[in-house]
């Protein structure tokens, strides 16, 4: 799994602070309404960081990766998912009423899964044949299904939010176990 020269004091410290982030995500997602201070909901927060760490990871490496139109494609997607995690950061201070409702965790989830099906077909799937069709098929479902939500407003946010308490616990479990080898490995070393 890790080998044990690699493992360093600052590599535990960061992923200890990863499993906390997660344990964090995991109990404010399943019960976002007691988790606020002065009006301003943590979780809107945590997702909005967590949307940047995904846009980072997944997003902004084919960014690098890429030249071209291909490149052009995904620094569009890259700033529209650092414009809609911006939003979360910042929902508490949106008063409009109509943008409040724009912006809505379930819309938000709508426009990111519109946005990647778009530009996953755009690029991969329209201009060369290496797609298979399954993939096709389910980039096609999603953008269907994303953009019937998104005109039908139903709030499913309740929905996400526990997918997300779910998804976050497991890896919250993950990365303790991982923390746990490697404190386990570390002491190992330091002790000989």
Known sequence: ?????????????????ITILFLLSAVTCFEPQYFSIKGIRIID???????????????????????GLKKFF???????????????????????????????LSNIISYILMIHCFISLHLFGWKNNKMNIWSLNGYLVTFGTSCFLLGKNIDFSYIILRIFSVLFGFLFLFYLFIVI?????YNKITVK
Do not use: H, P
Request: with cysteine.
């Open 1 to 17: 799994m890790y080998e044990i020269k690699k493992i360093t004091f600052q590599k535990i410290i960061l992923n200890i602070l």
């Open 45 to 67: 927060i945590l997702l909005g960081i967590l949307l940047l760490l995904f846009n980072y990871y997944f997003v902004f490496v084919n960014f690098k990766k890429n030249s």
């Open 74 to 104: 995904f620094l569009i997607e890259t700033c529209l998912l650092s414009l809609i995690s911006g939003s979360l950061f910042l929902s508490f201070l949106i008063t409009n009423v109509f943008v409040k409702k724009l912006l809505n």
């Open 181 to 185: 080898n490697q404190i386990f490995n």
